[in-house]
């Protein structure tokens, strides 16, 4: 499962993207990211958030990393820990 929030010209925001793991390396999780890339068509960016260590495969699908980007979470402390964000 995946979606996108998108304000319909500038921003698409690709978000919550789930695969189990048992259908992992199916080719399940590029259909997914490629329909919402699909869906995204006419904005100017398309921003995505991922989990440590995905970041490679999203690079496989045209994401470049981001230096600009910056974030505020409830749960800080947690993400600090699971290398979400840095202190």
Known sequence: MGRTLADGAD???????ALHP??????LGKAIVQKLINMSKGHKKIILYSNP???GFYAKLGFKRMNT???IFEN???M???GTISS
Not at 11 to 17: N, P, Q, V
């Open 11 to 17: 921003c698409s925001y690709i978000c919550d993207i």
């Open 22 to 27: 048992d259908y992992h390396g199916l080719g």
């Open 53 to 55: 260590g995905k970041e």
């Open 69 to 71: 980007a910056m974030t």
């Open 76 to 78: 800080e402390e947690d």
């Open 80 to 82: 600090i820990e699971n």
